[in-house]
């Protein structure tokens, strides 16, 4: 059965401090991996996606992932947090064809402290 | 750019009122989704459409009913609104069906009394 797993509810960090957020899935054939961002009152937005070569991805704001098949990990980082980076993050497995077959993590909520 | 526009934004219904929630995307794309997201559930697909005049059920259906009459817009209804129903919902639009980009709407938060 296909999953996604955040491990991590709420992270706090400090601005300017790294941050990675963790991503573990369960998914039947090769997967596409993507990890979306949700501010405050906003909808979500693609941060960045995984379909195939280079396992290390870079993406909007910054943010880079790395995946991992031997762990079936896709972890999210950031070398430096912004407080505009304040806010609720989701990864999500899909596959390459159908159109219903996007699953969402539970998402991490993220807190910049100064 | 207006990309995926939800209204209304904000709803109050009481319990067996009904009511539609429109979605519109000027972007032409074929795959229109509507999610609800849930406090520590994330997002859970209720209908989506792969054109004009189709639908299909998602992950959590019951209770929902939707239109493709247009390609642009992606109406979801509810016809006897329940507690349960209570959360955001979000819209979505793809061009590409699973693995392409979604883009999505603002939310729109329905509460029921």
């Known amino acids: 059965a296909q999953s996604v797993t955040q491990p991590d509810i709420h992270i706090t960090v400090s601005e300017g401090a790294s941050l990675e957020l963790r991503c573990n899935y369960s998914y039947g054939a090769t997967p596409y991996l993507f990890w979306y961002v949700q501010s405050p009152g906003q909808g979500l937005q693609l941060l960045l996606k995984?379909?195939?070569?280079?396992?290390l991805v870079q993406g909007i704001k910054g943010f880079e992932a790395e995946f991992k098949r031997s762990q079936s990990s896709f972890n999210l980082r950031k070398p430096s947090v912004h407080w505009s980076d304040a806010a609720e993050y989701f990864c999500?497995?899909?596959?390459?064809?159908?159109?219903?077959?996007?699953?969402f993590g539970t998402g991490t909520r993220l807190t910049v402290i100064p | 750019n207006a990309g995926v526009t939800q209204t209304p934004k904000f709803r109050v219904l009481k319990t067996g009122q009904s009511m539609t929630l429109l979605c519109a995307q000027d972007?032409?794309?074929?795959?229109m989704y509507w999610y609800r997201q849930d406090p520590g559930m994330g997002l859970r697909l209720i209908h989506y459409?792969?054109?004009?005049?189709?639908?299909a059920k998602g992950e959590v259906p019951d209770g929902y009913n939707v239109s493709r009459l247009k390609k642009q817009n992606f109406l979801l209804g509810l016809e006897s609104a329940a507690p349960s129903q209570t959360s955001v919902y979000f819209c979505?639009?793809?061009?590409?069906?699973?693995?392409?980009?979604?883009?999505f709407g603002e939310g729109s938060r329905l509460t029921v009394l």
């Open positions: 459409s792969v054109g004009e005049g189709t639908t």
């Open positions: 979505a639009s793809s061009r590409s069906g699973g693995a392409g980009e979604l883009f």
């Open positions: 999500a497995v899909g596959a390459k064809t159908g159109a219903n077959n996007l699953f």
């Open positions: 972007m032409n794309h074929e795959y």
């Open positions: 995984y379909f195939s070569g280079d396992t």
